[in-house]
């Protein structure tokens, strides 16, 4: 069973910094794809940022400019950097992997954004 362990959340005053790591258990060089979504407070889990095996990237309209994502294939580890906070940005984060048999995700970690 793949394990997707993710790190680095925590409270932060707006206008401050994250990053997010997410350690996955078996090599993701040959993904289909990364990426990461959140899911706050009475809403659905929505995609915050996806990192194709070519190396596209796609973002939500509402982080663009402030969150990237990357991937380090000798650590088997996806990153969300993750500036310019906002309030609104506050959610529980998740890691996705997607393989070319299925794909797993991680147990979340939450990112709370207050002054």
Request: some cysteine; overall charge positive.
């Amino acid at each position: 069973q793949v394990q997707l362990v993710e790190s680095g959340g925590g409270l932060v005053q707006p206008g401050g910094s994250l990053r997010l790591s997410c350690v996955v258990s078996r090599s993701i060089s040959t993904v289909y794809a990364v990426g990461w979504y959140r899911q706050a407070p009475g809403k659905e889990r929505d995609l915050v940022a996806v990192l194709t095996g070519i190396g596209s990237s796609k973002y939500a309209d509402s982080v663009k400019g402030r969150f990237t994502i990357s991937r380090d294939n000798a650590k088997n580890t996806v990153y969300l950097q993750m500036n310019s906070l906002k309030p609104e940005d506050t959610a529980v984060y998740y890691c996705n992997v997607v393989w070319s048999k299925g794909s797993n995700w991680g147990q979340g970690t939450q990112v709370t954004v207050s002054s």
